[in-house]
């Protein structure tokens, strides 16, 4: 059984033991992992990632009266769900919890015209919690794709992700952008997607060399974090670009920024110069991949990270020593490039490698890297996964 399979049998089998009958509807939505474009969506800019081979699913069948029950296998834990719109977003973000993200789908789908029966779900997820792999977006995303089989009826394809987006904005407190519920909703297998921020019109590119992997390496470092450090470099990215005089930051370049030096914060300048050659790498990158040139798509992810370590400030310790493990091994070695993918502060590196020496570069980081920090990290290849679907 491939890990996909495992996951939706326990789903079941869980769905029996909770509910005591079968499900009548199921669904699921991935993970995703970028491969580069980082902090750029909500600037309007470009990112390029792919959904991953980790998956949310969703077992569900019909109640009589609401609320829905809704079991989730990673907390154990049943909760209910308002069906009829009465539902209220959580106060502060201390007060958000998983439970959070599936009342904000279910009351944004509602809001959106998706409305839906009582019914009982359980839960469960193989994409790793807070790893920067999206097990957000995976969770809203297979919610929503949920609702729409109960419902009959489906949101459109770009406003599936956009409702999504909206219920993290409102019921979890997170301004994210709409990278994760795009990927996790449109994604293809063996397809990576470049999409443009602005037009949100989705281009799959496909990744069909075989003798090329995606490596995912989580550090498994948590770092305490405020909650405010994405937020805060959203504003500085919004403050930026009105010093600039564009409406966002997608509309300005380089020299716009030089000449624009004096008049920026430190900080502002240096979010900037991260934000806007991150939009001209991840555009160089999916034509270098369109060519096959690997080693140019690794020097970009290589860039890439330097500038998230230096100019956006988000890496870690631990995801430098992660790319600069991959660095040394090199291309003779089996990676073409590396660099931290997702939202920063923790959570996991993304690199090419060459399939046939998988098993040298996976014990070569594994053994070093554990060495120097004391933590085992996680390692797993994946290819580009297909997004939502209902099963
Ligand atoms: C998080 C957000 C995305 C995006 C990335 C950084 O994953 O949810 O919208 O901003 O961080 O690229």
Same mark, same amino acid.
Not at 129 to 148: D, I, K, P, R, Y
């Given at each position: 059984?491939?890990?996909?399979?495992?996951?939706?049998?326990?789903?079941i089998?869980?769905?029996?033991?909770?509910?005591?009958?079968? +499900?009548?509807?199921?669904?699921s939505?991935?993970?995703?992992?970028?491969?580069?474009?980082?902090?750029t969506?909500?600037?309007d800019?470009?990112v390029?990632?792919?959904?991953?081979? !980790?998956?949310?699913?969703?077992a569900? *069948? &019909?109640?009589?009266?609401?609320?829905?029950?809704?079991?989730?296998?990673?907390?154990?834990?049943?909760?209910?769900?308002?069906?009829?719109?009465?539902?209220?977003?959580?106060?502060?973000?201390?007060?958000?919890?998983?439970?959070? %993200?599936?009342?904000?789908?279910?009351?944004?789908?509602?809001?959106?015209?998706?409305?839906? +029966? +009582?019914?009982c779900?359980?839960?469960?997820s193989n994409?790793p919690?807070?790893?920067?792999?999206?097990?957000?977006?995976?969770?809203?995303?297979?919610?929503?794709?949920?609702?729409?089989t109960?419902?009959?009826?489906k949101?459109? #394809?770009k406003?599936?992700?956009?409702?999504?987006?909206?219920?993290?904005?409102?019921?979890a407190? /997170?301004?994210?952008?709409? /990278?994760?519920?795009?990927?996790?909703a449109l @994604?293809?297998?063996?397809?990576?997607?470049?999409?443009?921020?602005?037009?949100?019109?989705?281009?799959?590119?496909?990744?069909?060399?075989?003798?090329?992997?995606?490596?995912?390496i989580?550090?498994?470092?948590?770092?305490?974090?405020?909650?405010?450090?994405? &937020?805060? !470099? !959203?504003?500085?990215?919004?403050?930026a670009? #009105?010093?600039?005089?564009v409406?966002?930051?997608? =509309?300005?370049?380089?020299?716009?920024?030089?000449?624009?030096?004096?008049?920026?914060?430190?900080?502002? %300048?240096?979010? *900037?110069?991260?934000?806007?050659?991150? =939009?001209? !790498?991840?555009?160089?990158? $999916?034509?270098?991949?369109?060519?096959?040139?690997?080693?140019?798509?690794?020097?970009?992810?290589?860039?890439?990270?330097?500038?998230?370590?230096?100019?956006?400030?988000?890496?870690? +310790?631990?995801?430098?020593?992660?790319?600069?493990?991959?660095?040394?091994? @090199?291309?003779? @070695?089996?990676?073409?490039?590396?660099?931290?993918?997702?939202?920063?502060?923790?959570?996991?590196?993304?690199?090419?490698?060459?399939? =046939?020496?998988?098993?040298?570069?996976? =014990?070569?980081?594994?053994?070093? %890297?554990?060495?120097?920090?004391?933590?085992?990290?996680?390692?797993?290849?994946?290819?580009p996964?297909?997004?939502?679907? $209902?099963?």
């Open positions: 059984m491939t890990l996909f399979e495992t996951l939706v049998s326990n789903t089998k869980e769905f029996k033991n909770q509910f005591g009958v079968e +499900p009548k509807w199921l669904a939505a991935p993970g995703r992992v970028n491969l580069i474009g980082e902090h969506d909500y600037n800019g470009f390029f990632p792919m959904a991953i081979e !980790r998956q949310t699913v969703v569900a *069948a &019909p109640l009589e009266k609401g609320p829905a029950k809704v079991f989730s296998v990673q907390t154990d834990e049943m909760v209910d769900i308002y069906v009829d719109g009465s539902s209220k977003p959580p106060i502060t973000p201390a007060d958000v919890k998983w439970s959070s %993200y599936v009342q904000g789908v279910v009351a944004c789908c509602f809001e959106a015209g998706l409305k839906v +029966p +009582p019914f779900a359980v839960i469960n994409v919690l807070g790893g920067g792999l999206s097990s957000s977006a995976s969770l809203e995303v297979s919610v929503a794709t949920l609702l729409e109960i419902a009959g009826k949101l459109g #394809e406003q599936k992700p956009l409702v999504c987006q909206k219920a993290e904005h409102s019921y407190h /997170m301004p994210c952008g709409i /990278m994760d519920q795009f990927v996790s @994604g293809q297998k063996d397809q990576l997607l470049l999409l443009d921020c602005r037009t949100q019109e989705p281009k799959m590119i496909p990744l069909s060399d075989e003798s090329v992997s995606v490596f995912i989580n550090s498994n470092r948590k770092h305490e974090l405020t909650g405010s450090e994405y &937020p805060e !470099r !959203r504003a500085q990215c919004h403050e670009a #009105e010093v600039l005089g409406p966002k930051l997608r =509309d300005a370049d380089l020299m716009m920024l030089e000449s624009a030096r004096d008049n920026l914060a430190d900080k502002q %300048y240096r979010r *900037a110069k991260h934000v806007i050659s991150e =939009d001209i !790498r991840t555009q160089a990158m $999916a034509e270098a991949l369109i060519a096959g040139d690997w080693e140019r798509c690794g020097e970009l992810m290589y860039q890439s990270h330097f500038s998230m370590c230096t100019d956006f400030e988000i890496t870690t +310790p631990e995801l430098d020593l992660l790319v600069s493990l991959a660095r040394l091994l @090199g291309v003779e @070695g089996g990676v073409y490039g590396s660099r931290m993918t997702g939202g920063g502060f923790g959570g996991c590196t993304v690199s090419l490698v060459k399939t =046939d020496k998988i098993e040298k570069v996976s =014990d070569f980081i594994r053994k070093n %890297y554990h060495a120097v920090t004391g933590i085992e990290p996680t390692i797993f290849a994946t290819r996964a297909q997004g939502a679907v $209902a099963l």
